[in-house]
């Protein structure tokens, strides 16, 4: 019932700069936090920033300065802008949004996760 569709993934050179995007769609009553988390091959899932439905903000360490997440809740989107890219960044990078929906209760949903490449 709810679906989460992300773009803007692709092939950058390192301190190049990439923007995500999140869309959420279907029977949507409510938005919590959002957030996107990346996985590299061999590595554990993380959270690479999340935000609230106020507009707080929470960055992983690695990425403090560099990438920005924000939102549109008329859209109930997220984005992601990456400016400074590293070949460390290279991951799936997937989104996350907490969602009261028509089952009548709050779950988590994600997206099917984008592909960033980070190489020269």
């Known amino acids: 019932q709810v679906q989460l569709v992300e773009s803007g993934g692709g092939l950058v050179q390192p301190g190049g700069s990439l923007r995500l995007s999140c869309a959420a769609s279907?029977?949507?009553?409510?938005?919590?936090?959002m957030g996107w988390y990346r996985q590299a091959p061999g590595k554990e899932r993380e959270l690479v920033a999340s935000?609230?439905?106020?507009?707080?903000?929470n960055y992983a360490d690695s990425v403090k300065g560099r990438f920005t997440i924000s939102r549109d809740n008329a859209r109930n989107t997220v984005y992601l802008q990456m400016n400074s890219l590293k070949p460390e960044d290279a991951a799936v990078y997937s989104c996350?949004?907490?969602?009261?929906?028509?089952?009548?209760?709050?779950?988590?949903?994600w997206g099917q996760g984008t592909q960033v490449t980070v190489s020269s």
């Open positions: 279907g029977s949507i009553f409510s938005i919590n936090d």
């Open positions: 935000i609230t439905n106020s507009g707080s903000t």
């Open positions: 996350n949004a907490h969602v009261f929906s028509s089952v009548g209760r709050w779950y988590d949903y």
